[in-house]
């Protein structure tokens, strides 16, 4: 009974549920649904390594479960037991509500919307919002809490995380047009409450992760967007994507003279503005695809939770299929750089190359092939800058996948495929070159059978090796799996068990400024896999 008390006390029940439900359906829906799996795993890592002390068998015993009410809400509930002891983790709770009805439909509790990349954009909130599509109308507003109040002092031990105020926002999108065609106009407004935290003049904080230190102020964003889509000859698409946001840094700042809407005006104020925009058009056989994108430094937004400003990307996309589509083909060609206002020290420019091939001169065999180089070069600007901390890299990477498949008439299948895969970081910088470059060539196969009886068969290799300065490692794999489904119950229970082996080997480095005898040193851990599972 104590076993199972143990088992009890690890259920983690994690109710972060996105509803949303068309009304209609409901009644259509089925009221309950249930499914999941439970499964044992055993492990072994013996090793040849005198470092090494972990020679333990290690095993555990996991299970999850979801169920479903009306299709709609979701209830799933996990545990996992191993001989370490238990770790109780702390619920998390989110749950949202999202109706539809018609052209009609409702954001209650914690939910998200997107408005535009550059105004908000996912950003979840706890509150309420609607989104109205009748004909050719379109409108779309939300109002909630964006952000919790936080307070971390540095004495606090908390260094992971960055304190914050209590952020509320509200916005609207409206519009004209249809899915191919339209033009929509957005407002969003998003603010700090500096009496969230009280004293947070005198508060200092200090975050371990990306060094800033120091205090922090309640801050203010107004965002005006524009977003557009034209369809011309049927064929000929035009998108444009902007954002001009008023962003203020500190509330407590002096105020400037003069008003600007909904926002005021202070000393930390600042006003930035992003674009995007595309044209996509066919030529013959081929489609062509081109994008041009500028974001201002400083280019900020409460919508969003990653902002990458001070950019500007230019890009063209070609794709086409021939053959009546045996082969076809995709690409991306562009740069891309920084420092907009040559405000910085440095210009960081990158060269994109990206293909990506497929051969299929019959449905069940072909062959996926993809090539990618991304070159990234940091020239000084501002002040001369020594080579020592200048970045000229070359990322290269070329994969090679064939694959096989041979379906029976009874049903039986039976699939083969491969991987090749070679991934080549190449450091120009004269000074770093000899310990920044790093070789990575994988290879893997697998072969897997299914049967029209209901039971499947797998089995795979692999090996990966990783070519660095300092060390060499090999990594080497088998696997292998067996399972069974009975189509009457949806009952499916399966087998697996994985073998694999690491090789580290240690280089001599002649060039490291320590008159010694260096050896290399050969380091080999296996590790023994087997796992079983039933859902």
């Known amino acids: 009974m104590k076993q199972y008390a143990l088992l009890l006390l690890k259920i983690i029940l994690i109710a972060n549920t996105a509803i949303s439900q068309d009304i209609e359906a409901i009644k259509e829906a089925k009221p309950f649904q249930w499914s999941g799996a439970i499964g044992t795993s055993l492990m072994s890592q013996p090793s040849r390594s005198a470092l090494s002390s972990d020679r ?42 999202s109706p539809r009805y018609k052209w009609l439909q409702l954001h209650l509790g914690h939910r998200n919307m997107f408005f535009s990349n550059y105004t908000l954009a996912g950003h979840t909130f706890l509150g309420a919002g609607i989104e109205l599509n009748p004909g050719k109308f379109r409108f779309a507003a939300m109002t909630g809490r964006l952000k919790e109040p936080l307070l971390i002092d540095a004495l606090s031990g908390q260094e992971l995380m960055n304190p914050q105020f209590r952020r509320t926002g509200w916005g609207v999108k409206t519009g004209v047009g249809s899915a191919s065609n339209y033009v929509d106009v957005i407002l969003f407004k998003a603010g700090d409450d500096a009496e969230s935290i009280s004293n947070w003049q005198d508060s200092i904080y200090q975050n371990s992760i990306s060094g800033l230190t120091g205090r922090f102020a309640p801050e203010e964003n107004l965002i005006l967007g524009i977003n557009a889509r034209f369809t011309m000859f049927s064929k000929v698409i035009l998108s444009i994507e902007s954002g001009g946001s008023f962003f203020t840094a500190d509330q407590s700042s002096d105020v400037i003279e003069g008003n600007f809407g909904p926002i005021t005006p202070r000393t930390t104020s600042t006003f930035k503005y992003a674009l995007k925009s595309s044209l996509s058009f066919p030529i013959g056989p081929l489609s062509l695809s081109t994008t041009y994108e500028r974001v201002q430094p400083d280019y900020f937004s409460h919508g969003t939770y990653n902002m990458i400003n001070d950019i500007e990307n230019f890009t063209i996309a070609p794709s086409g299929s021939f053959f009546k589509g045996r082969f076809s083909f995709s690409g991306v060609f562009g740069n ?26 019959k449905g069940h065999y ?39 498949n041979i379906l029976r008439t009874e049903g039986d299948l039976h699939s083969i495929n491969a991987a090749f895969i070679r991934q080549e970081v190449d450091d120009l910088n004269p000074v770093t070159r000899d310990f920044g470059s790093l070789l990575t060539n994988m290879i893997n196969a697998n072969y897997a059978f299914t049967s029209h009886k209901g039971y499947q068969l797998n089995f795979g290799i692999n090996q990966t090796m990783i070519d660095g300065a300092l060390l060499t490692t090999t990594l080497t794999g088998i696997q292998i799996g067996t399972g069974y489904t009975i189509a009457s119950s949806g009952l499916n229970v399966n087998l697996s068990s994985q073998l694999s082996s690491s090789k580290i080997t240690r280089k001599m480095m002649d060039w490291l400024p320590i008159p010694a005898f260096r050896p290399a040193f050969l380091f080999k851990r296996n590790t023994i896999f087997v796992q079983t599972s039933i859902g």
Do not use: C, H, W
Not at 337 to 358: F, V, Y
């Open 366 to 404: 072909g062959l996926n092939l993809n090539y990618s180089n991304f070159s990234f070069n940091q020239q000084a600007q501002a002040i001369v800058l020594n080579d020592s901390v200048l970045i000229r890299q070359v990322n290269t990477s070329f994969t090679l996948m064939p694959y096989y």
């Open 56 to 97: 333990s068998l290690q095993y555990g015993i996991f299970g999850n479960l979801n169920m479903s009410f009306y299709e709609t809400f979701e209830l799933p509930l996990s545990f996992n037991y191993t001989q370490s002891g238990l770790n109780v983790d702390k619920p998390f709770y989110q749950l949202g509500l």
């Open 336 to 361: 891309s750089r920084n420092n907009l206002m040559n405000t910085r020290s440095e210009t960081s420019k990158r060269l994109i190359t990206n293909i990506n091939a497929l051969i299929a001169p």
